[in-house]
């Protein structure tokens, strides 16, 4: 596991919707490198941009044409290496996103294995042998091709999956994981990632990194061998590079895989919604950081420790703010809601994720959707930067903009927050400052659960240092002897600290040491 990860602490760019530096109405490269001072001063020391390779966009750059060459609507490749340079020089590490699964229906691999005559890819993804067979249990595209089959979807119509072949084949056309044509695209993987961390990258946000071999055991076993050999390869030239995966089973990314960090996702039932955004119980919101809501940290806390023991030395999970797939927390949280959750998730360990905007409380826009984003659209508006034109985001005229920016009247800016020392910004600031000076707040340092009930303040240490939450709006006290000794080193809302006794009013969380 790469040592710097224990400081690490991300910044998540779309970079459609980043900065625009060329007044065409959607984000570039340049823009990221104008504000990289800007994520610096924030605390953050690390990027993941969501993919930025040659894309005809019919799922926001998930569907991709080109590993190598970046979309040219962001700059070009050497673009792209000064922003790794640049960033470098200011301490920021980099990580690309990589789309393993599938590619474009546009890739030259991919048009290929179409042909009816075999060739070097025609084994490059998964076809059956007769152009009426259906592949059971995964979505399938007949009627396309020359060739006398049908192939296998990994997600849009315009995604086909990858060969990594299948866990127990069943049928002729079904390769076996050590197949030579599923053992050439691994290669190509390999390749894919070396290329861009032989140009500066610092590591890769994998996309569906559960979703390799098909029809694989409930451990993923097959997935897991894959990835296992994949980093084999890579981290004896790339001793310092850092994946962090798409999918949510940290015992299975990080104890069978081989992944330095999971994200802790908002899909169902794992406990994570519970915290931000309640879509799933019926009678409304009842997510811990909404203060009418009487929270409840049990739902989250029964997923989280046992995997959060478990791939103890092993590697961490990551606690986002939102992604470009999940609806803005702000949608449901007030500002000072967010505040106490945004103080949490970052002094939990492992290591976290902001998603841009989150630091100024950017909102959910109910928009159409745009290059496949559907719901997710929303969450994916240009960044609101200052008052000015555009929000600052660009000088194009607003139809030429790649979404439309939020113009409400008290839409947050950043230059505004920057000047407001009680902003939320200054919040995630300020919270990013102590993870940096505190190396009880590294992502590996102990932690231990004092008071996690139903009702009740939650009460947490990280090594010597305290930490309590209370984001219901009724007031509570906590009786606690380590507490006794301890002085408040940060807070937010009406805390006080006595002896071993400790009052928390209303939206209130504090830090003490
Ligand atoms: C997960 C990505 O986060 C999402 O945006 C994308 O649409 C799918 N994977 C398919 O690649």
Redesign the pocket.
């Given at each position: 596991m790469a040592e710097w990860l224990k400081k690490a602490v991300f910044y998540e760019i779309y970079p459609q919707s980043f900065y625009d530096t060329n007044g065409d109405g959607i984000g570039d490269f340049n823009g990221i490198i104008e504000k990289l001072d800007y994520i610096k001063e924030l605390g953050a020391n690390a990027l993941w941009i969501n993919p930025c390779f040659d894309s005809p966009f019919k799922?926001?750059g998930?569907d991709v044409r080109d590993y190598m060459k970046v979309a040219p609507r962001y700059g070009t490749n050497e673009d792209l290496y000064r922003l790794f340079s640049t960033a470098h020089e200011k301490g920021i590490r980099v990580f690309l996103d990589l789309?393993p699964g599938?590619t474009s229906e546009e890739h030259p691999w991919f048009i290929e294995s179409k042909k009816a005559e075999k060739n070097e890819y025609s084994g490059r993804y998964i076809w059956t042998d007769f152009w009426l067979g259906g592949i059971k249990g995964h979505p399938y595209i007949g009627g396309e091709s020359e060739r006398n089959g049908t192939y296998m979807l990994n997600?849009f119509k315009c995604?086909p999956a990858l060969n990594y072949g299948f866990l127990n084949p069943e049928e002729s056309w079904q390769k076996a994981i050590d197949d030579p044509d599923c053992l050439k695209t691994r290669e190509a993987i390999k390749d894919i990632i070396c290329f861009w961390l032989s140009k500066g990258c610092d590591g890769f946000r994998v996309?569906?990194a559960d979703s390799l071999v098909k029809d694989d055991d409930s451990e993923k076993s097959g997935t897991c061998k894959v990835w296992r050999d994949i980093f084999e390869t890579v981290r004896k030239e790339y001793p310092e590079a850092a994946f962090v995966a798409?999918w949510n089973n940290s015992h299975q990314a990080i104890t069978s895989a081989g992944f330095d960090m999971d994200f802790m996702l908002d899909w169902g039932g794992n406990g994570y919604n519970s915290l931000l955004r309640d879509y799933e119980t019926p009678g409304g919101d009842h997510s811990y950081f909404k203060a009418d809501a009487k929270g409840d940290i049990t739902t989250f806390l029964n997923e989280y420790l046992p995997r959060v023991e478990e791939i103890k030395g092993k590697g961490y999970i990551s606690l986002i703010s939102c992604n470009?797939?999940t609806t803005r927390a702000r949608e449901t949280l007030s500002i000072p809601e967010l505040k106490v959750a945004y103080a949490t998730l970052f002094t939990l360990p492992g290591v976290p994720f902001l998603y841009y905007g989150d630091e100024i409380g950017m909102r959910y826009l109910h928009i159409p959707t745009k290059e496949?984003g559907y719901t997710?659209t929303g969450t994916r508006t240009p960044m609101q930067w200052n008052n000015g034109v555009n929000k600052g985001f660009s000088t194009a005229a607003k139809e030429d903009l790649y979404l439309p920016v939020d113009e409400a009247p008290d839409a947050p800016n950043a230059e505004d927050a920057l000047l407001d020392k009680e902003s939320l910004l200054y919040t995630v600031k300020d919270i990013f400052a102590l993870r940096r000076d505190t190396d009880d707040f590294d992502a590996d340092s102990e932690f231990s659960v004092l008071i996690g009930e139903k009702d009740k303040a939650f009460v947490y240490t990280r090594g010597n240092t305290v930490c309590a939450v209370n984001p219901s709006d009724v007031k509570t006290s906590v009786i606690l002897s380590c507490l006794a000794g301890k002085k408040v080193v940060y807070k937010i809302g009406d805390v006080t600290a006595e002896g071993d006794r400790l009052e928390m009013g209303e939206g209130s969380f504090v830090i003490l040491k």
């Open positions: 799922d926001a998930y789309v599938h997600f995604q996309d569906m798409e470009h797939d496949g997710r």
